[in-house]
């Protein structure tokens, strides 16, 4: 997916600190090194917990280590809608990300959505009635947003981590059980 971009490009990485977004941004700094691609980090805080802060400044620690040297922190409000706070919580990020690619002039932005993410919409989709358009999920590029571990499994994002002595956050709302 970074291919087709030219030397000196700037491309962010969605990061939570977990094992999805850390696994894509230790991933997207090696192949952008690669194509001479400038890479930084976007750490959206949704302030839903009191550690939130927290654990925003560790995955920024974290990118930092890895070699990201801009790595922008983003709170956020989330104002809970009919559709509830994950909904709501999603909205108030992608405004995030929206702002700080018109901030940063960045060509785009990778999503760290896994296959288990992409069965998890295709499921949630039909059973929220809205028939056979669920069927096609999630897609690789939406406009300036990418989503390149679609074929990649948590449990293969996990396993990276791993190799790669990085500790993710688990996020308690995901129910990840590593």
């Not at 976007?42 to 925003?56: G, Y």
């Amino acid at each position: 997916l970074l291919k087709d971009f030219d030397a000196g490009d700037f491309v962010l990485v969605g990061c939570s600190g977990g094992a999805d977004s850390l696994a894509l941004a230790w991933t997207t700094l090696v192949v952008g090194k690669r194509l001479e691609l400038k890479v930084g980090a976007i750490i959206v805080d949704h302030q839903l917990f009191p550690e939130s802060n927290d654990v925003a400044l560790n995955a920024k620690k974290q990118c930092e280590e890895l070699g990201i040297q801009e790595v922008i922190i983003k709170k956020v409000n989330v104002e809970q809608n009919h559709e509830g706070l994950e909904a709501a919580a999603r909205i108030a990020r992608y405004e995030a990300f929206e702002n700080v690619l018109h901030e940063t002039n960045a060509q785009a932005i990778l999503l760290a959505h896994t296959q288990d993410d992409q069965a998890e919409t295709v499921l949630l989709g039909l059973a929220r009635g809205s028939g056979t358009r669920s069927l096609s999920g999630m897609s690789v590029e939406n406009g300036m947003y990418l989503r390149p571990l679609l074929q990649i499994t948590r449990e293969e994002t996990v396993a990276a981590c791993r190799e790669l002595d990085i500790e993710p956050w688990n996020d308690p709302h995901n129910g990840n059980t590593e």
